[in-house]
């Protein structure tokens, strides 16, 4: 598995990752997707034999926040660390900032994942998360 930080990530690849885990709301508008990676603070793909089968993709100021945008690995790839990998390398980027912070949907299995890489939810904790969605 090679890991990469370019944001030049072909488009064709890119959708076929998003379309893989069914996050259509991405692939939607193609040129929206692909400015979004390129105006991210930091993007990390997992290549396998020249084929795109993983990224995190980071937002914020990279000084006091940092927001785990995406994370997303192809359904045949999961389960073999590689989502932990790309996660461990984004934040090691970030040591210095203090709030790391994600939003994602409730599952049993996104929050063992999380939790065992050393976030921790919201709800059992003394934060709070809000959101509006539109």
């Known amino acids: ?6 944001k030049n990530i072909d488009l064709d690849q890119l959708i076929k990752l998003y379309t893989s885990v069914g ?25 396998d034999a020249g084929q795109l089968v993983g990224l995190i993709r ?9 927001y785990v945008q995406d994370l997303l690995v192809q359904p045949t ?11 461990n390398l984004a ?18 299995e996104t ?5 065992k890489c050393g976030f921790s939810s919201c709800d059992r904790g003394n934060l709070v998360a809000f959101y509006r969605e539109f």
Do not use: C, H
């Open 77 to 87: 790839y999961q389960r073999r660390g590689i989502g932990t990998q790309l996660l």
């Open 1 to 6: 598995m090679e890991y990469n930080t370019s």
């Open 91 to 108: 934040i090691n980027q970030y040591r210095s900032v203090r709030q790391k912070v994600l939003l994602t949907e409730e599952a049993a």
């Open 58 to 66: 980071l937002v914020g100021d990279g000084l006091s926040i940092i």
């Open 111 to 115: 929050r063992a994942f999380y939790e």
């Open 23 to 47: 996050w259509t709301a991405y692939t939607q508008s193609p040129e929206n997707l692909s400015a979004a990676v390129a105006n991210s603070l930091t993007v990390i793909t997992a290549i």
